[in-house]
């Protein structure tokens, strides 16, 4: 143990080492994306904070991401009287700036992309706004085996199916007519009576 206590001499752990350096990456094995997020911010000190924020989360939960690269500044602008009516040349100008940045995760299992997604939303920082593009892959023979449950699935429903609109049974109107003219017990004293 060093005797002397100099502030430069002690080391950090490792914990909060990783924390002053680029975060972890892993590597994708087949390169397939499976998700693209974008987020998007007014300041860019809360953008590569949650940047990094989200690649450190991803690198925890075994997901491959790169990024984040930055995409092209949104820039809107718009010119509003300062005044009214008169004083119509007297006008300011305004301007914002949106900063993008985009992180792809590549070969990543859909559920622990779908936790990831869920981790960065309960997490959210102020002034983040997030868009995530996901795809899910999977396997082949997927349609043979939709119109296997389709025919499944029309055994269920062609009964329930048949009581609606116009194709009713004969006998449903019947039913309803009869009920009609030959229970009059519950007709209310006074109420005309029709035949």
Known sequence: MPENNDPDS?????SVQAV????????????????????????IRNLEFFADFALRA?????LPASGPVPLP??????????S?????????NFERITLRRLIQIQDGHPETVQIWLAFLRKHAYYAIGMK?????????GVGKMMNARLENMKNVVDPKWSQF????????????????????SNVLPGSPLIT
């Open 10 to 14: 002690l080391r950090l752990p490792r």
């Open 58 to 62: 991803a690198y925890y939960l075994n």
């Open 20 to 43: 002053y350096l680029r975060p972890f990456r892993r590597a994708p094995q087949y390169g397939i994306p499976c998700c693209d997020l974008q987020l998007r911010s007014y300041s």
């Open 132 to 140: 995530a593009n996901v795809w899910e892959h999977d396997k082949l």
């Open 73 to 82: 500044r949104m820039i809107s602008r718009w010119t509003v009287p300062r």
């Open 84 to 92: 009214n009516f008169v004083h119509k040349k007297s006008q300011e």
């Open 165 to 184: 609109g116009r194709k009713r049974n004969p006998d449903t109107g019947d039913d309803a007519g009869k009920m009609m003219i030959g229970d009059r």
